[in-house]
Nanobody, 120 residues
Framework: QVHLVESGGGLVQAGGSLRLSCAFS????????IGWFRQAPGKQREFVAT?????YFANSVKGRFRLSRESDKNAVDLQMNDLKPEDTAVYYC????????????????WGQGTQVTVSS
């Protein structure tokens, strides 16, 4: 059974940076795409970024966020730069076999989430 654990959330001022990590276990890491989603208070969960052997980003974070896949650690890191108050949300990582997707229903496994708060 695939298990995902996010870490690295916290409080940061606008313009600052945070690095989130998604630790994967329970199956062969290289067979899975990892997606990041976020949910702000009172809003629906939305797509942020995804990686398999390529990457894809939501327009709202493109140019500010980067993804890296650490196969030796079975982890995916989300580097978030130039953070804005509107980036405040609970961030979730999710996994699905093979190709990446921007649709949350396409992912079979989810982490518990990590809070990111950006103050103005």
């Amino acid at each position: 059974q695939v298990h995902l654990v996010e870490s690295g959330g916290g409080l940061v001022q606008a313009g600052g940076s945070l690095r989130l990590s998604c630790a994967f276990s329970g199956d062969t890491f290289d067979h899975y795409a990892i997606g990041w989603f976020r949910q702000a208070p009172g809003k629906q969960r939305e797509f942020v970024a995804t990686i398999y052997w390529g990457t894809y980003f939501a327009n709202s974070v493109k140019g500010r966020f980067r993804l890296s896949r650490e196969s030796d650690k079975n982890a995916v890191d989300l580097q978030m730069n130039d953070l804005k108050p509107e980036d405040t949300a609970v961030y979730y990582c999710a996994a699905r076999r093979a190709a990446y997707s921007v649709h949350e229903h396409a992912y079979n496994y989810w982490g518990q989430g990590t809070q990111v708060t950006v103050s103005s």
